[in-house]
């Protein structure tokens, strides 16, 4: 049974900084991609970094620079560090997990990184606040 939880949302000021963590059960890293996406209310997913199998990152222009995705694969866990947050940061972040054998997560043209992309497991979210 897939298990994906996450954890450190909060608020911060512009310019400040967040690390997000995921911990995951029911599926080895080494055979998932897995990743991060974010939605506002009212608005549609919007994907914004993932992992592949081989070590490769992607992520989406808008958090390109300022994100930083990384996992250790020995405890099943999936981080995204946030620096330089803006406002329009401001959402709840998921951690999703998917087969690598999808494809979702080759480049940052791939379907991750579409506007709406449903993957196939994510968590409950955890929720970000960048105010003035």
Known sequence: QVNIVESGGG??????????????????LDSYAVGWF??????GREGLSCSNTDGSTY????????FTIS?????????LQMD?????????YYCAAEASSL?????????????????DYWGQGT???VFS
Request: aromatic share 8%; net charge positive.
């Open 11 to 28: 608020s911060v000021h512009p310019g400040g900084s967040l690390r997000l963590s995921c911990t995951t059960s029911g599926f080895s």
């Open 59 to 66: 992520y989406a222009d808008s958090v390109k620079g300022r």
């Open 38 to 43: 974010r939605q506002i209310p009212g608005k």
């Open 84 to 92: 330089i947050l803006k406002p329009e940061d401001t959402a709840v």
């Open 71 to 79: 996992k250790d694969s020995a405890k099943n866990m999936v981080f």
């Open 127 to 129: 929720r970000v606040i």
């Open 103 to 119: 494809g979702s997560c080759r480049s940052e043209g791939s379907s991750w990184f579409r506007p709406g992309y449903e993957n």
